[in-house]
């Protein structure tokens, strides 16, 4: 048997007696249990570095069923001071936990606030990382049939006939499983007027998946001591409405509660007038007059594309650098990524072209040229296949982070209208641990996924988004996962 840098982690529970204070009433429940299991509610002690795990506490009633009065939850994972709380819904609740690195004990206390009486119970639980004894993979059926010709040349078909059905110029598609096998195909057109066909090397651009790198940039500044999560926006933008209750965090997580400058207006502004010349600085100030439409922060996950306009303004002023230039030094060159960058032209370099269908026409207009400033750190930046299934993978691993950072970056919440998937600090987490981020600009749709149970990277990109900026990558999405991960359900 041979010892790798993996780990593993044994979890043993322990139950405490309500603890009473003076002038306190004894709270009827307990904390029964706390456990943890794999992300599909296995009860398990035993995970890798990195691995996302549920920590799980049981509580009730001590006569018997659940309780029936309000409580709240707070649990601290790691002594990180971190609470999350959770109003009592039934008698047993979850929390995603990311496998740390480093060797050692780790405790976890599971605290719950009678509301009512003011007494208070605890469950404590303790964790250790120790090595791992690698066992090799077992070949499964599933394993061997994912990258066969046969299974291959029938999704390059059904590709070929998605292309067909919905009407895409050109798709690349790019799937990755270190030791298993690959999956590369680039079909349709890159250029409707010379017949050019889309090859794996292109660039393109990748919309929203711009958030994951400005998100990085921030935890970078916050793992320098630089900033830190929890300052608000009074600190740059003393005016703005909430600015002092807005918190870094909150605009990570889009838990900011402010009103997107990216409605349906705005966005087919942009789209028929790619070049207009808007500013980070008219954004900020256009959200800032809706001050009636503003919500109280950090109570609900919307999705808003101007919490990341805000954070590159952000980074610039924390960082002293325009954001291209952080992201470029900070990220693309440690990680090798030399396809990857933030424009500060309208070109688009290379023979790809993107486009959009005219619904009065019916014909595709050429949208490739854009002024990236409107798009700023929600959506500017380009990149290729290869530089983004390397990203996918560092993402989610945390490469650039401090692990305790990371592990907070992948607490991920339930997003508005978005259900099934969570977001976290500038990363969605899909169904059964898929974790990345999907993006629409005009002319380009993109997804970009890993998946850490396989090691797994999928990057998709299609050259067309049209002024409804719906998703065209979609169709090609589930027909990939369908056939190369039958055992992820959509």
């Known amino acids: 048997m041979v010892v790798v840098a993996r780990f593993l982690l044994l979890c043993a529970a322990l139950l405490t007696v309500p603890t009473v204070a003076a002038g306190q009433c004894a709270s009827p429940f307990a904390v029964k249990r706390v456990w943890t299991r794999d992300a599909g509610s296995n009860d398990k002690t035993a995970f890798t570095s990195g691995e996302v795990f549920q920590l799980a506490a049981e509580v009730g009633s001590i006569y018997g069923g659940p309780g029936e009065t309000s409580l709240a939850v707070i649990t601290s994972f790691y002594n990180d001071n971190k609470t999350v709380n959770i109003h009592f819904g039934s008698s047993t609740w979850t929390w995603d936990v990311t496998a740390p690195t480093n060797l050692g004990d780790y405790p976890v206390t599971v605290k719950v606030l009678d509301r009512f009486c003011g007494a208070s119970v605890e469950g404590n639980a303790s964790f250790t990382v120790q090595p791992l004894v690698h066992q090799p993979p077992v070949e499964t059926a599933l394993s061997r049939k994912r990258f066969s010709a046969a299974n291959l040349k029938e999704l390059d078909t059904t590709i070929a006939g998605i292309i067909k059905d919905k009407n895409l110029p050109g798709v690349l598609v790019a799937v990755s499983v270190p030791g298993k096998g690959e999956y590369l195909t680039a079909q349709g057109k890159a250029n409707l007027d010379t017949g050019r066909a889309p090859d794996l090397d292109d660039q393109f651009r990748i919309g929203s998946v711009t958030k994951t790198f400005v998100a990085t940039a921030i935890l970078q500044l916050v793992d320098k001591g630089k900033l830190n999560k929890s300052d608000t926006l009074s600190k740059w933008y003393p005016d703005f409405p909430n600015a002092d209750r807005i918190t ?195 002319g380009f749709s993109t997804d970009m996924w890993y998946i850490p149970k396989q090691d797994a990277t999928v990057v998709i990109s299609v050259n067309r988004c049209d002024e409804t900026y719906d998703r065209q990558s979609g169709d090609v999405f589930l027909a990939v996962f369908k056939s190369l991960f039958p055992e992820i359900v959509f």
């Open 248 to 442: 870094i965090d909150d605009l990570l997580r889009m838990r900011s509660g402010m009103p997107d400058y990216w409605d349906e207006e705005a966005l087919k502004q942009y789209y028929d007038n790619p070049l207009e010349q808007v500013t980070n600085k008219d954004i900020i100030k256009a959200v800032a007059s809706k001050a009636d439409q503003f919500e109280p922060p950090d109570q609900e996950t919307k999705y808003n594309n101007t919490n990341y306009n805000i954070l590159a303004a952000i980074v610039e002023k924390v960082s002293g650098n325009d954001i291209n230039t952080q992201i470029s030094e900070n990220i693309l060159k440690p990680l090798g990524l030399k396809n990857t960058l933030y424009p500060t032209n309208d070109e688009l370099p290379g023979e790809m072209h993107g486009y959009g269908l005219n619904p009065q026409s019916g014909e595709f207009e050429d949208k490739t040229i854009l002024n990236p400033t409107p798009a700023g750190g929600g959506g500017a930046m380009i990149s290729n296949m290869s530089d983004l299934g390397v990203w996918a993978k560092a993402l989610y691993n945390g490469d650039l982070l401090r692990p305790k950072t990371q592990q907070a970056r992948l607490q991920a919440q339930p997003a508005e209208g978005l259900a099934p998937t969570s977001y976290g600090e500038g990363i969605f987490k899909g169904t059964e641990g898929v974790w990345g981020h999907g993006g629409e600009i005009n």
